[in-house]
């Protein structure tokens, strides 16, 4: 079964600071897109990067950016000069060649003044 | 006007009630999604349909039953309510040309008591 792990449930770190959450997944599929996506108190839903399998250029969002491993089944998200505004919950994710999106259980950042 | 739409965003019910949450969208997608969300478990997939004749079953899908009444419209039921259904639910749409994008809705919240 294909499967999503974020080992860090919480993490807290200062304002400005860069921080870097980690995500494993597990495939067999060669093809296939990763996401990572934020929930603010909000509880809206956020698309913050994605990364095509296919690639291997890192992907990059202004202060978001990712360290795509591919052998290691490595995606892990680094928020450079982080903003109150980046509190949240971070989920990874996976799209499978069902075109189903399988979700990590989430990471809880603080980010603190 | 939000692309995607979920009535009701609260609602609170008791055990045994037969309940319904419906999705709209204007984006023309012809997928659309049904997700559960958890604490400490991540968004869970509840039902899928890639068009109005094509519905599968997701990873959680015993007590919930789903409809897609038109390409913009998939409802999702819940026959007879129990407490361990209290959750928020999202409802996203996907473009099958544009896999890598899922947008979601609002998320409705729902309390069984």
């Known amino acids: 079964a294909q499967t999503v792990t974020q080992s860090q449930p919480e993490m807290s770190v200062q304002e400005a600071e860069t921080v870097t959450l980690s995500c494993t997944y597990d495939t067999s599929e060669n093809n296939y897109y990763l996401f990572w996506y934020k929930q603010p108190p909000s509880r809206q839903m956020i698309l913050v990067i994605r990364?095509?399998?296919?690639?291997?250029q890192n992907a990059t969002e202004n202060r978001f950016s990712v360290n795509f491993q591919k052998a290691a089944k490595s995606f892990s998200l680094k928020i450079s000069d982080s903003q109150l505004g980046d509190t949240a919950m971070y989920f990874c994710?996976?799209?499978?060649?069902?075109?189903?999106?399988?979700f990590g259980k989430g990471t809880r950042l603080h980010i603190l003044p | 006007d939000a692309d995607v739409t979920q009535t009701p965003r609260n609602r609170i019910t008791k055990t045994g009630k037969r309940i319904m949450l419906e999705c709209s969208q204007t984006k023309g997608h012809d997928r659309m999604y049904w997700y559960r969300q958890d604490p400490g478990l991540g968004l869970r997939l509840i039902y899928y349909s890639f068009d109005v004749k094509d519905i599968n079953k997701g990873e959680i899908s015993d007590g919930y039953s789903v409809s897609r009444q038109a390409q913009a419209k998939f409802s999702l039921s819940l026959e007879s309510a129990i407490p361990n259904q209290t959750a928020l639910y999202f409802c996203a749409t996907t473009a099958s040309g544009r896999l890598d994008e899922q947008f979601f809705g609002p998320g409705t919240r729902l309390t069984v008591l």
């Open positions: 990364q095509e399998a296919y690639k291997q």
């Open positions: 994710a996976f799209m499978n060649r069902d075109d189903k999106i399988i």
